[in-house]
């Protein structure tokens, strides 16, 4: 059996390295028994052709202004890989991120009318809605997305139609070409997808990603934090993104929450760091507090697996104040070190933190909670219980093995059945 994944990255961004760490355990797990193909979008002037135009057509409808620009996909343009000696050659598609210029929707018709088996990992919410990757509050999609509040302002030219609207008919319409396997990585996800009218007669099913468990694992703090010049001797809470500026993923709640904290525990202020770790982190700095200054250290982001587990495992308790994440690969490579966790009740992290046990589950958006959750796991009397569980929890239910044998078996299914 040969499969071929498809992303728009090979590398990155969370959908990439979920998507490549699922080819790497279906590989060495199955062996023989399945070959697996990588796709992703090709680079130069035409990769950068299609994703300007299609930049174009939102900047215009949302009446010249780049607000919630990367908020938005609708699918205008892509590349024909049912043309590629990949795809011809595959028995299953498996679909991951495709967004930005990888896949149109007149692409994604022509993959289902091919008649080959189609698996789509959402890694978002996009493959459901009409155009927004996330929706936060907005239920539009269990019927049918309308004037989606993404967009600032009305389209400046009269005869220009519901761009939202427009491209939700469009999903619907190539949807029906062929049912389609849609795999949520978190429950959550799986559960919003049922609810779309989009999804409607396609197969929803569950399959939570994978990471290495033997790069992800426990080490020796000291020696980590020495290669990485951090203190030896203080408490160090992380965060991490991709693009730390994105308020989406909720730094601003932790820096909040961590003032709380230390003003209503000041013998603290001496004893805890913090180590913010992703792209931009530094511009973070500017507007904090001295305080905030005081205790922060700043790590570029990387992609480096190694690199990543060094940090981690450097790192007493990883924090994810986001507001909406579907399953998040960072939650996963903490715990696999052996890392507990605090984050808010939302999307997929409640599955992954198990409340009291391997980490703490705030109420949503609620700072307060949050400094709750950040003191109670730093103040535990019992630090290797939480480290056992954090590790166990991974070990039981991201492992590659289980995570491959889950996909093979759904792939399996639907070849035998074509």
């Known amino acids: 059996m040969k499969i071929l994944i498809v992303n728009t990255s090979e590398r990155t961004g969370g959908a990439a390295i979920a998507a490549q760490r699922i080819a790497k355990a279906i590989r060495a797990t199955k062996g023989q028994d399945v070959k ?73 018709r022509k993959i289902l009318q091919s008649g080959k088996p189609v698996v789509w990992t959402m890694h978002d919410m996009w493959p459901f809605t009409g155009v927004c990757h996330n929706t936060t509050t ?112 909720g730094i601003n709640y932790l820096y909040e929450a961590i003032l709380l904290m230390l003003n209503q525990y000041p013998e603290l202020r001496e004893r805890i760091g913090l180590v913010v770790l992703g792209g931009k982190a530094e511009e973070t700095k500017n507007g904090q507090t001295d305080v905030i200054q005081r205790i922060s250290h700043y ?31 960072t939650i996963m490579e903490a715990l696999a070190c052996g890392v507990p966790c605090v984050g808010f009740n939302t999307g997929g992290i409640p599955e992954m933190i198990d409340h009291k046990l391997n980490g703490y589950v705030a109420q949503y958006a609620d700072t307060e909670d949050l400094k709750n959750g950040i003191y109670w796991t730093m103040q535990h009397t019992d630090s290797e219980h939480l480290k056992t569980h954090a590790r166990q929890k991974v070990l039981d239910t991201y492992a590659p093995a289980i995570i491959a044998s889950q996909y093979y078996e759904t792939y399996l299914s639907l070849f035998v059945s074509v």
């Open 299 to 329: 790590i570029d982001y990387t992609s480096s697996e190694t690199k990543l587990s060094e940090i981690y495992n450097a790192v007493d308790m990883y924090v994810t104040p986001s507001l909406q994440d579907n399953l998040p690969n």
């Open 138 to 249: 907005c239920t539009q999609f269990h019927s049918r997305c309308q004037h989606c509040g993404l967009f600032d302002h009305k389209p400046i030219l009269p005869f220009m139609r519901d761009l939202t609207t427009r491209v939700f008919d469009k999903k619907s319409k190539v949807y029906s070409s062929a049912k389609i396997t849609f795999v949520g990585c978190s429950r959550w996800i799986s559960n919003q997808a049922s609810r779309s009218a989009l999804t409607k007669g396609h197969k929803i099913i569950s399959i939570p990603n994978t990471l290495d468990t033997d790069i992800f694992a426990p080490g020796n703090k000291i020696e980590a934090r020495k290669g990485l010049n951090l203190p030896l001797e203080k408490y160090l809470i992380l965060f991490s993104s991709r693009r730390v500026t994105d308020l989406s993923k």
């Open 36 to 108: 697996v193909t990588f796709l992703s979008a090709e680079r130069g002037l035409k990769a950068k052709l299609r994703k300007a135009l299609e930049c174009l057509v939102v900047f215009i409808h949302n009446g010249f202004s780049k607000n919630n620009m990367f908020s938005i996909s609708i699918a205008n343009t892509g590349t024909d890989i049912t043309k590629t000696k990949e795809f011809k050659e595959a028995d299953v598609v498996h679909l991951h991120w495709i967004n930005q210029g990888m896949l149109s929707l007149d692409v994604i």
